[in-house]
């Protein structure tokens, strides 16, 4: 992983973040950190939790910077991280990383976007009617997807 830190330029851009869980009896979660490359995503880190608040996620952002050394991030150094961070809509996630790089752009992952509004649009509690859910997703999906403001 230091390796793709050092050689691998988009380290300083962007990175991808989520979390994995519910693998052991104790409910531990697995966090991937990913940045892209020609080749697909390439790790920069991998950490483990006993859970997911923000306290949590904050101090284990916080001593994986300490493991990392001047050259993380393409250079940039730990301090600052990746211009941007990709991740899913979990609000202590995004928080631990306001904590840790303030001065990187949180941008919400569109698979995850799209996702949480087609569990909203079937949680009954909700009361979207059925025949109304597949013209609300497409809606979604074509504001999404617009390639100029006037498409939206």
Same mark, same amino acid.
């Given at each position: 992983m230091r390796r793709v ?14 979390? @994995? ?20 995503? =390439? ?40 211009? =941007?961070?990709m991740t899913d809509d @979990?609000? @202590? ?6 904590? =840790? ?36 997703? @497409?809606?979604?999906?074509?504001? =999404? ?8």
């Amino acid at each position: 992983m230091r390796r793709v830190h050092i050689s691998i330029k988009h380290a300083e851009e962007m990175a991808f973040i989520d979390a @994995s869980g519910n693998m052991d009896r104790q409910g531990c979660r697995v966090f991937l950190i990913l940045t892209h490359s020609c080749a697909g995503g =390439v790790p920069l880190g991998i950490f483990i939790t006993t859970n997911e608040s923000t306290e949590t996620v904050t101090q284990a952002l916080e001593f994986y910077n300490s493991l990392l050394g001047e050259t993380s991030y393409f250079g940039r150094r730990a301090a600052l991280g990746p211009a =941007v961070f990709m991740t899913d809509d @979990s609000a @202590s996630e995004r928080q631990a990383l306001k904590n =840790v790089y303030p001065d990187a752009t949180l941008l919400l992952c569109v698979f995850h976007l799209l996702q949480a509004f087609w569990r909203f649009l079937w949680d009954s509690k909700n009361a979207v009617r059925k025949e109304h859910r597949p013209v609300l997703i @497409s809606l979604l999906k074509e504001m =999404v997807y617009a390639d100029t403001i006037e498409k939206t």
